[in-house]
């Protein structure tokens, strides 16, 4: 067998992912990201130990944790996104203070309802090439899923920067999910978004 000079197949224009991707919770877009969206499956394994071991084993490797998640750098921040980066937020207006609408964090130590979570969480990409019936884009889709964590840094010159990241939840409820250790998200070829 002669080793190929290079990875290009025919096949190479349909498998690339262009440009930065689309993020959507459920049918409406998350916002405008600068520098692409993440995705990572944060998978983790475990070789089981034995006395003797020299060296990790075929067939005694498997999966003790997944963690997915889909990061970016959104640059707005409208109404919608506060109540999406902010589990549980309530709006409401209170004290002296005069915002026309405000957002009152949950408080810690509370457990967070079932509303609290995102619900069809998708990251697009579109497909170089493909035809439609082969799958013009790909998706990573989370059914359920929770902002983890985000910060705001104001720029001078520039524009805000939110840096967000978005883990999938296994919701037990949804069909194909069901079992306590399946994988918590799902990759699609889509013909249409």
Do not use: H
Request: aromatic share 8%; net charge neutral; with cysteine.
């Amino acid at each position: 067998m002669t080793a190929p000079l290079t990875g290009y197949t025919s096949a190479l224009p349909s498998d690339i992912l262009l440009d930065s991707g689309v993020l959507y919770v459920s049918s409406t877009v998350f916002g405008a990201f600068a520098g692409g969206i993440k995705f990572d499956p944060g998978v983790t394994y475990r070789a089981a130990d034995f006395d003797g071991k020299r060296s990790p084993v075929k067939g005694l490797d498997r999966v003790t944790m997944r963690m997915p998640k889909i990061s970016g750098t959104v640059i707005q921040l409208s109404t919608t996104n506060v109540g999406q980066v902010e589990p549980g937020a309530a709006t409401a207006v209170t004290g002296a203070w005069t915002a026309s609408t405000s957002y009152a964090p949950k408080s810690a130590g509370q457990l967070l309802a079932s509303g609290d979570y995102l619900s069809d969480v998708r990251a697009i990409w579109q497909r170089g090439g493909a035809t439609a019936s082969a799958g013009s884009y790909v998706q990573v889709r989370f059914p359920s899923a929770l902002c983890t964590k985000y910060d705001i840094t104001g720029q001078d010159g520039a524009e805000i920067a939110i840096a967000i990241e978005i883990e999938a939840r296994l919701d037990p409820t949804l069909s194909g999910f069901t079992a306590i250790g399946s994988a918590p998200f799902r990759i699609e070829y889509l013909t249409s978004v």
